[in-house]
């Protein structure tokens, strides 16, 4: 009988979590990372993609998600005007909406 309970826990709570993303998905966000950067005036760079790691210039971070491996969600857009940067890496993007993952 523990057996069983334990099984439909983990089946309820796998498809809680599957949910969740699905919900994000559907509305226009991506999984992404906050990275650190140690290059001086780009202190943080944004990492999407699961096999083809791309890397992205924000506009903009908010303080409570500047921390490095921090999981995100993120909805951007590419910036049409590409900047002159001394980053060096990645396309300039505007941040829409970033939430915190678990």
């Known amino acids: 009988m523990k057996r069983v309970f334990f099984i439909c826990f983990l089946i309820f709570c796998t498809s809680f979590c599957s949910c ?6 559907q509305q226009g966000y991506e999984a992404a ?7 001086e005036g780009c202190p ?10 791309k890397k ?5 971070l ?5 921390k490095n491996k921090q999981k995100i969600w993120i909805k ?4 049409k005007k590409q900047l002159p ?17 678990k």
């Not at 990372?33 to 290059?39: A, D, K, S």
């Not at 940067?85 to 993952?101: A, F, H, N, T, Y």
Request: a positive charge; aromatic letters at 8%; charged letters at 25%.
């Open 85 to 101: 940067s001394i980053c060096m890496v990645g396309k300039q993007i505007e941040v829409l909406d970033i939430k915190k993952r």
């Open 20 to 25: 969740s993303q699905k919900k994000y998905i």
């Open 44 to 53: 943080f760079l944004i990492e999407t993609g699961d096999t083809l790691k």
């Open 76 to 79: 951007y857009h590419i910036q």
């Open 33 to 39: 990372l906050v990275i650190e950067n140690n290059t």
């Open 62 to 66: 908010p303080d409570a998600v500047k």
């Open 56 to 60: 992205w210039l924000p506009n903009l």
